[in-house]
C-alpha cells in the first residue's frame, strides 16, 4: 500500500466518523488557534510599536551634565567652567562631519507679513539644520534649512505650505523675498529657500485667525539679539545620528569626545543617552516576552490534543481488528499496518491544525477591528495608531509542524500496537 492510498483509507475513516473525529480534533484546534491569535496579535503590537515611533526621528541622543560619582552622598560642587557653551555642539559637527546633526530651536519672534490682500501672522523659530527632520516635517519644494545657511547667519526661511498659498495668492514664492514686520518699527527680509507640509505643530488657527510659522537658521536668530554663542552655557544637548554610520559608532564618537573634555573634572561629566532606542527595544522584548509566555501556556493545550488523538486511534484500532487480522492474513506487513495508522493521525491532526490556523487567524482580525472601532471612538478619529494586523508566518509554518509531529508521536503507539497483533488473534475478535 503506498502513501496516496493511506492518505485516501485516512480521509474515508474520518468521513465514516466525522463527529468523533471533530471532538478528537478539538483540542488540536484550540491550541493552534490560541497560539496564532497570540503571536499574531503579538506581532501587530510590535509593528504598531514600530510604526508609531516611526512617525518621529528615533536616531536622537541627548546629552546632559552628570555626576562621576553616584555612589557618594557629598554634594558635588558646580561652577561655570563644568558648563559646555553652545558653540560646542557646532565644534562636534564639524569634528565629525556627516555623523551628526544639530536640532535645537529657539523661538524668535511673531510678525506680520502684508500681501496684496491682507495681513497674515506669523511665528518665527530658529531652528538647526537638523530639526525639520527631528520633528518630522517634510519638504515638499525646495530645501531645508542647512549648516551653512546656520553657520554663516542668513536671512533663509523656510514656510508651510498654507503659508505659502495664502501669501502667494497662487504664485510660487520659492526663492522670493518676503519682509516680515517684527513690529511699528523693525523689519526683516528673508528669503523662501523651501516648503514644508502642514501639520498640527506648523499651522496654529485660532477661529478665523490663523498664524503660520516660518523657519530660520537657529544663529541668526541669536545674531538678530547680539548674543554670543561662546559666551552662553548650557547643561544639555540634542543630536541627530546619521543612520548610515550605524548606532555604535555615532554613540562611541560622541561619548570620548565630551569624555575628553570632562577627563580632569573631578566631579562631573557629560553622558549621552539614547532614550529614544532604548525605549523602542525595551517595548519590543517586553511584548517578544509577554508573546512567547502566552504562546507557550497555550501550547499546553496541544499536549491534551495529542492525548486526544492517542486515545481515538486506539479506540479506531479496536473497532477495526477485524480489519487488520483481513489485511495480515493476505500478507500485509508489519510495517503496512503502522504507515497506515500513523498516516492516519497525522491527516487527523493536520486538518486540526489547518482549522485551528484559520480560526486563528480569523480572531485575529476580528480583535483588530474591534480595536480601531474602540480607538477611534475613545480618539474621536484623531488618532495617529494605526492597527495592522502583521500574521506570524513563523508560527504558521510551526504550527503546521506542530499538528504533523503531533500526529506522528502520538499516533505511533496506537499504529505499532496494530502492526503487532496476531492475525489470527485479530481475526477471532469480535
Known amino acids: 500500500m503506498n502513501f496516496l492510498e493511506c492518505v485516501k483509507m485516512a480521509f474515508s475513516s474520518i468521513r465514516a466518523n466525522k463527529m468523533r473525529s471533530l471532538l478528537t480534533m ?49 554634594i558635588a560642587p558646580y561652577s561655570r567652567e563644568d558648563f559646555l557653551t553652545y558653540k560646542t555642539q557646532y565644534d562636534i559637527a564639524e569634528k565629525y562631519p556627516g555623523y551628526f546633526e544639530l536640532c535645537d530651536s529657539e523661538g524668535f519672534a511673531n510678525g506680520t507679513v502684508r500681501n496684496e490682500d491682507d495681513e497674515i501672522s506669523v511665528s518665527i523659530t530658529g531652528v538647526q539644520s537638523g530639526y525639520l527632520e527631528f520633528m518630522d516635517i517634510d519638504i515638499i519644494s ?99 545620528w546619521n543612520k548610515e554610520y550605524g548606532k555604535d559608532v555615532t554613540f562611541a564618537r560622541l561619548q570620548s569626545y565630551f569624555d575628553k573634555i570632562y577627563e580632569n573634572n573631578e566631579y562631573w561629566t557629560m553622558k549621552v543617552y539614547d532614550w529614544y532606542s532604548d525605549d523602542v527595544d525595551d517595548i519590543n522584548n517586553v511584548l517578544k516576552m509577554v508573546t512567547l509566555a502566552f504562546a507557550v501556556i497555550a501550547a499546553i493545550s496541544l499536549l491534551v490534543g495529542g492525548i486526544g488523538v492517542m486515545n481515538i486511534m486506539l479506540v479506531s484500532i479496536t473497532e477495526r481488528t477485524s480489519e487488520i487480522g483481513i489485511r495480515k492474513a493476505l500478507g500485509a506487513q508489519n510495517s503496512a499496518i503502522r504507515v497506515q495508522f500513523v498516516t492516519e493521525a497525522i491527516v487527523l491532526s493536520l486538518l486540526g491544525g489547518i482549522i485551528g490556523i484559520l480560526l486563528g487567524l480569523g480572531s485575529s482580525y476580528l480583535i483588530g477591528a474591534v480595536g480601531k472601532i474602540v480607538l477611534d471612538r475613545m480618539s474621536k478619529g484623531t488618532s495617529s495608531i494605526v492597527i495592522t494586523i502583521a500574521p506570524s508566518i513563523a508560527a504558521i509554518i510551526i504550527s503546521v ?30
Open 401 to 430: 509542524l506542530c499538528s504533523m509531529a503531533i500526529g506522528l508521536i502520538f499516533g505511533y503507539y496506537p499504529a505499532n500496537r496494530a502492526a503487532k497483533m496476531n492475525p489470527i488473534d485479530a481475526l477471532r475478535y469480535d
Open 26 to 74: 478539538l483540542g488540536i484546534i484550540i491550541g493552534i488557534s490560541a497560539v496564532i491569535t497570540i503571536t499574531t496579535i503579538g506581532n501587530s503590537l510590535h509593528k504598531i510599536v514600530d510604526d508609531a515611533f516611526g512617525q518621529f526621528s528615533t536616531n536622537i541622543y541627548d546629552v546632559g551634565l552628570s555626576r562621576k560619582n553616584y555612589d557618594t552622598d557629598e
Open 142 to 240: 525646495g530645501r531645508g534649512i542647512t549648516y551653512r545657511d546656520d553657520i554663516e547667519r542668513k536671512y533663509t526661511a523656510v514656510v508651510t505650505e498654507s503659508f505659502a498659498e495664502d501669501y502667494g495668492k497662487g504664485d510660487s514664492i520659492l526663492g522670493k523675498p518676503v519682509t516680515i514686520s517684527i513690529d511699528e518699527s523693525e523689519e526683516i527680509e528673508v528669503y523662501v529657500v523651501g516648503i514644508c507640509k502642514d501639520n498640527s505643530k506648523d499651522v496654529l488657527s485660532e477661529g478665523t485667525h490663523k498664524s503660520y510659522k516660518v523657519f530660520i537658521p537657529y544663529l541668526t536668530v541669536f545674531d538678530y539679539y547680539g548674543v554670543d554663542i561662546d559666551n552662553l552655557y548650557t547643561t544639555w544637548m540634542t543630536f541627530l
